[in-house]
């Protein structure tokens, strides 16, 4: 079904990472020598689980042919944002240095993408909202990206793989989330992977479409880590967005977490109520894509497993394609729960939104 | 409901329990640092003999990385899934108000009330001088 | 729901207690000594010289410990010593008779086939497992069907003992470890499924402690146990994705595989987000030709220990509405510390005709038992 509203917020679209040459602007004298000496700077860094050419990538009539006139912005502003009549989108450009070993490297070309986000998006599109993007190589790197860019209202969230190299959760990455936690940022874990590892228990699949299945029980594992680490309670102001996920994974999820701490509880005391109470306060879920068939009932039958109104964040995922039309909402979705999903929630997820007209004017003065 | 004569107090010292039968139902009588407290012995959960389980100290709820224990000795693992229940009021310490072990009254009765009877007094012979622990059920 | 789960004063439910078929039973080697009179003397040697050599970094202890008497419920311990699983007359005592269990199926864990790198020595203990089950087993307890335990990573030697142990019809299915060293759908294992299927014996996919060497949860490796439960779960989902997506089933149309306390709640999630992702992506797997939800529920059976215990009865029903009830079989996982008891393990009144089809009806017609 479409919106059947003006002014939701979209809290997850795309836009392709930006080719090197155009980072080399914002890059200092020793980095820029570094990528066109060793010709870094000739290839597009994209993410191997984020392959542009895949068809889910670019939904069909979302994809520009070579002579089509105008930007990719200018396709998302009226593709997207006009199309679905959203006041706000939260765009996450995601690069491929986050999966780079050389930890000073990343956080260079990363410094370049942010402030590139925030010069050629950010700044031309007062609709749009951005997500600061770090590597976790070298988590002090990581805190001081999000301390250079605390003071920009137009960024709204951290932005991390959901599959790195460690569990999430672990205590080696809380300065990072301590940083986000004090600036008022949520920490956003998009589906993707740094293949570090291989993405599932049994070792390496062999098809992309099983990496792509294959994402939803690596949401579960950094979920149930975050919650085992106790860093929801270390952490008390801090949320976590998790983004195209497929969100029907998340009533089994909570099943099974509450049944286990009735057992498990003593080797984690730190976590002191059921945890789907935890995660219901603290983690919220973008809408697309959504694992259901096309049948309301079923998806009626999903919303009251889910046994909260206040986890979904509206979401088109533009330009991916889990949808075809204007039907970003999956039928079944009842009216009053719609205008929480893309309006409530989402202002109360970001703090930052809650601050209106004035971001967007700080916004203009950055620029 | 007749009220059964289990043990002397004498026999179930503090920190010890043991499980008694009455009339075909198991019950565990604990003896908590003096109190004397009954369960009937199985899990509300899975049906698991539960007071065969561990008798265990709180772990408390703590920050991250920390762990301490207090009140030894007043709760009850269970053997099977390892739910926790607190022997004074049967309650599971995660889910209290929907999870209840089956509390059994209990009280301590001194011998010379006793033999005035009518009490069931399974295989004891009451003598005036002792403490007895008596179940109701 | 506020309310007792299990009233302690109710009569038994006796309907539960009548004729069930546990999918999930464990019997273990008091030690590897119990195995000799079936191991040829140079890996008799072996054990005692050179021992089980494993993919973890702690010798004969999970590096992530279990919470409840290593992972074994706290009473089934026989008095006489040894691990939870090794006595018969503990399991007919404590197991078998009281809970009317008409036929137990084995899942034999804990001698490390399933984690021995040698390959030649997991499969000098595969065939010893096997004459052992029979032996001390199943032959004074003719109740327990046994599962044909094979050296997984080398399916030539996997093939041969198949072969060997299918000839007697005790044994009801191979029993395999989702934790393999690579997808259980690739290639290197087709021999495996070509020889189920030749002998018309499913396939039981049941977690090990130890794996092939990936981190367990596919997002780095897990710190606590709650963590590594839940992998149980996630594990399942890749092997049955794999399976799927390798074109296993449209190979082996005859083969059938039963997924072994790796839950069941997450199967209907998971079929759907497989069919979105495979109407995307067929260019890539044109050797699958239907949607992949069809060969979940056409070729996967499930168990149900450890029982999802959803705070709405309505949850777990619609669950099972979607996953279809000709496809969930009672285990109880015996004598593991999350042991499901038949009497108590759903929280939710079932009609007769769901009673008999998840305790007893489909395992019976799955498995061709009597």
Redesign the interface.
């Known amino acids: 079904m479409k919106i059947p509203f003006k002014g939701a917020v979209d809290c997850d679209l795309h836009l392709s990472a930006p080719r090197m040459s155009a980072l080399l602007p914002y890059m200092d004298e020793y980095w820029s020598d570094q990528f066109s000496n060793r010709h870094i700077d000739r290839f597009a860094f994209t993410m191997s689980s984020d392959n542009p050419i ?3 990538q670019w939904r069909p009539d979302w994809k520009a042919g070579a002579d089509e006139p105008g930007s990719e912005l200018d396709r998302l502003r009226s593709r997207a944002l006009d199309q679905f009549g959203s006041s706000i989108g939260i765009v996450n450009v995601i690069h491929g240095a986050i999966a780079l070993y050389h930890g000073d490297m990343a956080a260079a070309i990363l410094r370049a993408v942010n402030d590139w986000t925030a010069d050629k998006v950010l700044s031309q599109e007062s609709r749009l909202r951005g997500s600061i993007l770090v590597s976790l190589q070298d988590p002090a790197l990581a805190v001081a990206e999000i301390e250079r860019l605390a003071g920009n209202p137009g960024f709204v969230q951290v932005l991390l793989p ?9 205590r080696i990455y809380w300065p990072v989330f301590e940083a986000a936690s004090r600036a008022g940022l949520p920490i956003c874990l998009h589906a993707g ?1 740094l293949n570090r ?14 990496d ?3 994402q ?3 949401f ?3 979920l ?2 975050l ?3 106790g860093v929801f309670q270390k952490f008390p102001d801090l949320t976590f967005v998790l983004a195209e996920s ?1 969100v ?2 998340m ?3 909570q ?7 009735l ?2 509880r ?3 005391p730190w976590i002191d109520r059921m945890p789907r109470e935890i995660i219901r306060e603290r983690v919220r879920l973008t809408l697309q ?1 959504f ?3 096309p049948d309301a009932a ?1 998806v009626e ?1 999903l919303l ?2 889910l ?1 909260s109104d206040e986890m979904l964040l509206f979401s088109t995922d533009y330009p991916h ?2 949808f075809d039309g204007d039907d970003v909402v999956p039928d079944g979705f009842p009216t009053d729960l719609l205008r929480k999903i893309a309006i409530d929630n989402p202002h109360a997820t970001y703090g930052r939104l809650r601050q209106g007209g004035e971001a967007t004017k700080s916004l203009e003065v950055t620029a | 409901m007749i009220r059964h004569i289990v043990a002397k107090t004498a026999e179930i010292p503090a920190g010890t329990h043991r499980i008694v039968d009455v009339s075909g139902r198991q019950v565990g009588v604990f003896n908590v640092n003096g109190e004397f407290f009954a369960l ?1 012995n ?8 539960l007071c ?3 008798v265990t100290a709180l772990v408390q709820p703590s920050g991250v990385g920390q762990y301490a224990v207090s009140r030894k000795g007043e709760f009850l693992r269970c ?4 739910w926790e229940f607190e022997i004074r009021s049967g309650q599971s310490y995660c889910d209290p ?6 509390k059994i009254d209990v009280a301590v009765e001194r011998g010379e009330e006793l033999v005035k009877g009518p009490y069931v007094a399974e295989s004891y012979d009451v003598t005036v001088e002792d403490d007895y622990v008596v179940l109701s059920l | ?6 009233d ?2 109710r009569p038994e439910d006796k309907r539960a207690a009548a004729s069930i078929v546990d999918c999930d039973v464990h019997i273990t080697a008091r030690s590897a000594v119990d195995l000799y009179p079936w191991l040829p003397a140079r890996w008799r040697e072996h054990v005692e010289t050179i021992g089980a050599h494993v993919r973890s970094g702690v010798y004969n202890q999970e590096p992530h410990p279990r ?3 290593r992972g074994m ?3 089934a311990y026989p008095e006489e010593g040894g691990p939870a699983g090794c006595s018969l007359p503990l399991l007919q005592r404590q197991h078998l008779d009281p809970n009317g269990i008409q036929f137990g199926m084995l899942i034999a864990l804990g001698r490390g086939i399933f984690e021995e790198r040698n390959q030649a020595f997991a499969a000098a203990l595969s065939t010893a497992i096997n004459n052992w089950q029979l032996e001390k087993w199943v032959d004074p307890e003719p109740r327990l069907m046994p599962a044909i335990i094979v050296p997984q990573e080398d399916a030539e030697v996997a093939v041969a003992e198949i072969e060997r142990c299918a000839a007697d019809t005790r044994f009801k299915q191979i029993l395999i470890s ?9 290639k290197r294992y087709w021999p495996i499924y070509a020889a189920a299927e030749r002998a018309g014996l499913p396939l039981a996919f049941h977690p090990a402690a130890i ?2 060497g ?14 590594e ?3 149980f ?3 399942t ?3 049955l ?2 399976l799927i ?2 074109g296993v089933f449209e190979r082996f149309p005859g083969l059938k595989v039963v997924a072994v306390e790796g ?1 069941f ?2 199967a209907p ?2 079929g ?7 109407s ?2 067929r ?3 044109p050797h699958v030709t239907r949607p992949p939800s069809e060969y979940l529920r056409s070729h996967i059976w499930f168990t149900t220990q ?1 029982m ?5 009865q309505a ?1 777990l029903r ?2 099972i509405d ?1 996953l279809g009830w000709d496809r969930l079989m009672f285990s109880s996982d015996y004598p593991h ?5 038949p ?3 759903f929280k939710m009144p079932l009609s007769d005709e769901e009673r008999r089809k998840v305790f007893h009806a489909n395992a019976k017609v799955l498995y061709g038992l009597p």
């Open positions: 895949l068809p889910l959901v599959i790195g190299e460690l569990t999430i959760g672990r992977s590892h291989a993405p599932t228990g049994v070792g390496w699949p062999s098809y992309y479409v099983e792509y299945v294959s939803s029980a690596g579960e594992a950094s149930v880590s919650l085992a680490e497929g029907t994974w009533p089994s999820f099943w099974r977490q509450d049944k286990m701490w057992g498990v003593t080797e984690l894509p694992d259901a068939p079923i039958r009251d497993h046994g394609w889990h | 009937l199985r899990c509300p959960h899975g049906g698991a003999e065969k389980g561990a053997p099977w899934h390892g108000a929907r999870i209840k072990a089956r | 729901m506020n309310q007792q789960l299990v302690p004063l919470m409840m008497a419920r706290a009473d989702p934790k393999s060293l690579e997808p259980l759908g690739r794996g092939g990936h981190f367990s949860s596919g997002a780095g490796s897990p710190t606590y146990y709650l963590e439960h839940n992998t779960g996630t594990i989902q890749a092997v994705t794999s997506f390798e839950g709640t997450w999630m998971l759907w987000r497989m069919d979105k992702y495979w995307r992506l260019a890539e797997v450890p999802e215990e959803t705070r709405k949850h619609d669950v979607w510390w999350d042991f499901d008891d009497r108590y393990a």
